[in-house]
């Protein structure tokens, strides 16, 4: 088993910065991908960031130039460093990794609001 802690959600004004974490732990043999997906009130989850084991990332277009994300392989540890932070930045951020199958962090709050 796999188990996913996020840290670093909360509660930001506009144009603010937060940065989550997330720390795998477990039945860790080689993890491929690592991401941060989001969830609003209302939406679909959307992909937010990924990151592949040899460092190439990839971002939703809304948070580029804002967003960055980062990978510890020795820590298994995802990070996203979130600037500029919009009040349509609000979600639910759950982390992601793949490792042979899906697993999922139990989400952590983001709300951008003044």
């Known amino acids: 088993q796999v188990q996913l802690v996020e840290s670093g959600g909360g509660l930001v004004q506009p144009g603010g910065s937060l940065r989550l974490s997330c720390a795998a732990s477990?039945?860790?043999?080689?993890?491929?991908?690592m991401g941060w997906y989001r969830q609003a009130p209302g939406k679909q989850r959307e992909l937010v960031a990924t990151i592949f084991s040899g460092g190439i990332t990839n971002y939703a277009d809304s948070v580029k130039g804002r967003f960055t994300i980062s990978r510890d392989n020795a820590q298994n540890t995802v990070h996203l460093q979130m600037n500029s932070l919009k009040p349509e930045d609000t979600a639910v951020y759950y982390c992601?990794?793949?490792?042979?199958?899906?697993?999922w962090g139990q989400g952590t709050q983001v709300t951008v609001s003044s």
């Open positions: 992601w990794i793949n490792q042979r199958y899906d697993y």
């Open positions: 477990g039945s860790i043999f080689g993890i491929k991908t």
